[in-house]
Structures are given as structure tokens and as C-alpha cells.
């Protein structure tokens, strides 16, 4: 699994490092406002959570990398997480105004947390984006896995794993923007509560 993720990780730096220069991409900078997270019956966990990300079209495709590090505020300590996800995307609809990708990705969670926690799922979704005008744009995207296991560190567990983000883009000139979001995931194991985290975003873009 670590050379899996070595190999992930070393591929997203070089799309990020590379295809920028070369293609039109956009790279983008959001922090978690107000985080909450609900493990089965306990609710009201802040969390807080940066991520950073690049988008690389490649005519009817695109590639995209994010790369993440939060923190979870338990009652009992607090915990560091880390996130890490490689999406391609194939271009089904687009008009002047509208963009709609289906996409295939793969991610890779870990808790700093007793047992060493991890999921690496699969997943599958569709990612869209709508143009109020030439600067300003709605964006989205909806996945879920369809392969994984959660691993405590002693036991693998089938795992339902969901995810939903809406993004505000208001572009400051051609190259920078500002942003305001919304996240939501849900995953639940086999046989365990579900865990839900959401918040609303704050974040910057940058078109190269």
C-alpha cells in the first residue's frame, strides 16, 4: 500500500509540476470553515482542513490532484489527517455555458490515530461546472466508491464512501479568483455507525 501511495503521490507532483506550464490549468487553494464532523451518535466535532489541488484539461479529458492535511478536535485529543485523490475525467456534455465530466478516481485517507487508520477506495462520479458569465462560475461534483475497505489496523471492512462539493468562483482578473464552497462526506463501514463531515469553504484559485 505504501508503494501505492508513493506512486500516486510522486504522479500528482509531476502532473502539478509539468502539464502547468504546458497546458491551461488551474490550481486552487481551499480551507474548511466551521468543519463539523458526526460519528454515530456524537456530533459537533470541529474540524479544520486545508487542501490544495490542480486541474489539467487535456482536450475531451482532464487530470486532476488534490493533496490534503486536516484536523479533527476530539474531546479526548486531537487527530491529523491526511487525504490524497487522482481523478481523470472524460468531457460528456459541453456548451458555451456548461461542462459535465463522468470521472474515475482514486483516493487514499489516513488518521494519525491508534491502529494507523486508512481507506483507499475506488471511486466513480460526475464533475460539472456552469458559467454565470466571463467571471463567474458554479462548480461540482458528486462520488462514490464503488471498491475499498477501511483498515483499522487489525480488521478490513467493506466501506460506503460518498462525497458532494459545490464551489463559487469569482475571478479578480484573468489568473486569480477568490471561492466559496460547500463540502459534505459520508462513509460507513460494515457493522459500524456512519461518519458525516461538512463544512463550508473559503479559497483562492490560480489559471496558469
Excluded at 486552487?28 to 458526526?38: C, P, Q, S
Excluded at 466501506?159 to 469569482?170: E, F, I, P, Q
Aim: charged share 20%; glycine share 10%; no cysteine.
Amino acid at each position: 500500500m505504501k508503494k501505492v501511495m508513493l506512486l500516486v503521490v510522486t504522479v500528482g507532483l509531476l502532473v502539478f509540476s509539468v502539464v502547468t506550464s504546458a497546458f491551461a490549468s488551474t490550481a486552487y487553494l481551499d480551507y474548511t470553515i466551521g468543519g463539523n464532523e458526526k460519528a454515530g451518535s456524537t456530533d459537533n466535532i470541529d474540524r479544520d482542513n486545508f487542501l490544495l489541488g490542480v486541474e489539467v484539461p487535456l482536450d475531451q479529458y482532464k487530470v486532476v490532484f488534490e493533496y490534503g492535511k486536516g484536523t479533527i478536535k476530539y474531546d479526548t485529543g486531537d487527530t491529523d489527517t491526511t487525504a490524497f485523490m487522482l481523478k481523470g475525467g472524460y468531457r460528456l456534455v459541453q456548451n458555451d455555458a456548461f461542462q459535465l465530466y463522468g470521472d474515475l478516481s482514486y483516493s487514499h485517507l489516513s488518521w494519525d490515530a491508534s491502529g494507523d487508520p486508512k481507506y483507499s477506495p475506488i471511486m466513480i462520479g460526475v464533475d460539472g461546472k456552469y458559467a454565470i458569465n466571463e467571471r463567474m462560475f458554479v462548480s461540482g461534483n458528486l462520488d462514490f466508491a464503488v471498491s475499498g475497505k477501511y483498515d483499522n489496523g487489525s480488521d478490513k471492512t467493506d466501506t460506503d464512501y460518498t462525497v458532494a462539493k459545490v464551489k463559487y468562483t469569482y475571478l479578480l482578473s484573468n489568473q486569480i479568483g477568490v471561492a466559496a464552497g460547500y463540502n459534505w462526506s459520508e462513509m460507513k463501514p460494515d457493522g459500524s455507525d456512519k461518519t458525516t463531515d461538512t463544512g463550508a469553504t473559503l479559497g483562492l484559485t490560480y489559471n496558469f
